[in-house]
């Protein structure tokens, strides 16, 4: 049994070398690419939240009561509320506790009836545990 010459091993490995880095980087791309875009979505569930309280802060300061009439007329929070619909009917797995936070979230602003310090710690709460 023939062995090969050492010029065919080093093609061969320098071959096997060439696919596997090229696999490798291509994962590796794959998962910087979604850890960017987790962390746009991260970034982009605090600023809306951010913008819901500040609108409803808004709202009471004018109506001095926060009514589902009231939070509708809220540009923030029906957007809110409906980029929580799309990412529920997206339901993609890595960002399924990003989904699970802003429903919990989406559900603190429509039981709400005031913006008090309760609400914001409980919405700064639930972003928070995205983060551990």
Not at 49 to 66: G, H, K, P
Not at 90 to 118: G, H, M, P, W, Y
């Amino acid at each position: 049994m023939e062995l090969g010459s050492w010029a065919e091993w080093v093609t061969g490995f320098a071959e096997l070398s060439a696919v596997v880095t090229t696999l490798f980087f291509s994962f590796y791309k794959d998962y910087q690419d979604r850890k960017k875009d987790t962390q746009a979505t991260l970034n982009f569930l605090r600023m809306m939240c951010a913008e819901v309280i500040s609108s409803f802060t808004r709202i009471e300061q004018t109506d001095n009561i926060l009514t589902d009439e009231n939070k509708e007329t809220s540009k923030a929070y029906t957007t809110f509320r409906y980029w929580v619909q799309i990412r529920t009917l997206i339901a993609e797995s890595d960002k399924q506790r990003i989904t699970d936070t802003a429903n919990q979230i989406l559900v603190l602003f429509q039981q709400c009836t005031t913006v008090d310090e309760v609400l914001k710690s409980r919405v700064q709460q639930s972003m928070q545990n995205l983060s551990k």
